[in-house]
T-cell receptor
Framework: DGGITQSPKYLFRKEGQNVTLSCEQN?????MYWYRQDPGQGLRLIYY???????QKGDIAEGYSVSREKKESFPLTVTSAQKNPTAFYLC????????????????FGPGTRLTVL | SQQGEEDPQALSIQEGENATMNCSYK?????LQWYRQNSGRGLVHLIL?????REKHSGRLRVTLDTSKKSSSLLITASRAADTASYFC???????????FGKGTMLLVSP
């Protein structure tokens, strides 16, 4: 059963704590992405990775960190430096980035809702 | 600033009616994609249209692209209550390897 999974579905964090959101895919996709979605807003790109051991900052990377040690895994850490982390976080993957000039369809996980207490 | 902007922000129709959503963008694109998001869930890809295409169909969906006006429209024909969701357009830009999403249109289809 192929797909992209995120865990946990709901996460509560106290102020000052770091938390890590999990994202795993078994689609053999090269590229993976993390987005943040706030109520009534679109998706904003946090980080993306085109290949193992490489990743780039998106539009709102401050206060977040990622790693890409394995092709199938792209965890996101929300650090205490993120001032307003309460949001819905979505992970996505796509087969490949064709020469950097076009983008494939992205496949999304179910999301993690993070709430800061 | 965001590349894609959907219009209207919200749309309420009756079952059986058609729903039309529009997306405008600002710069040259390689492709434009439409996604659906049910409340509290991830996004699901609906359709991709490339910059050299003008129209694509998929079941009850029809997407048009007018590169001269930098706009696209998504038409859902014979809407069903199950079509209730938010719909996002996303643009793939020339020279970039990521998509840029708009803020979405919330569609409510009443039985």
């Amino acid at each position: 059963d192929g797909g992209i999974t995120q865990s946990p579905k709901y996460l509560f964090r106290k102020e000052g704590q770091n938390v890590t959101l999990s994202c795993e895919q078994n689609l053999n996709h090269d590229a993976m992405y993390w987005y943040r979605q706030d109520p009534g807003q679109g998706l904003r790109l946090i980080y993306y990775s085109q290949i193992v051991n490489d990743f780039q900052k998106g539009d709102i990377a401050e206060g977040y960190s990622v790693s890409r040690e394995k092709k199938e895994s792209f965890p996101l850490t929300v650090t205490s430096a993120q001032k307003n982390p309460t949001a819905f976080y979505l992970c996505a993957s796509s087969p490949q980035i064709a020469g950097g000039t076009s983008t494939d369809t992205q496949y999304f996980g179910p999301g993690t809702r993070l709430t800061v207490l | 600033s965001q590349q894609g902007e959907e219009d209207p922000q919200a749309l309420s129709i009756q079952e059986g009616e058609n729903a039309t959503m529009n997306c405008s963008y600002k710069t040259s694109i390689n492709n434009l994609q439409w996604y659906r998001q049910n409340s509290g869930r991830g996004l699901v890809h609906l359709i991709l249209i490339r910059s050299n295409e003008r129209e694509k169909h998929s079941g009850r969906l029809r997407v048009t692209l007018d590169t001269s006006k930098k706009s696209s429209s998504l038409l859902i024909t014979a809407s069903r209550a199950a079509d209730t969701a938010s719909y996002f357009c996303a643009t793939g830009l020339s020279g970039y390897s990521t998509l840029t999403f708009g803020k979405g249109t919330m569609l409510l289809v009443s039985p």
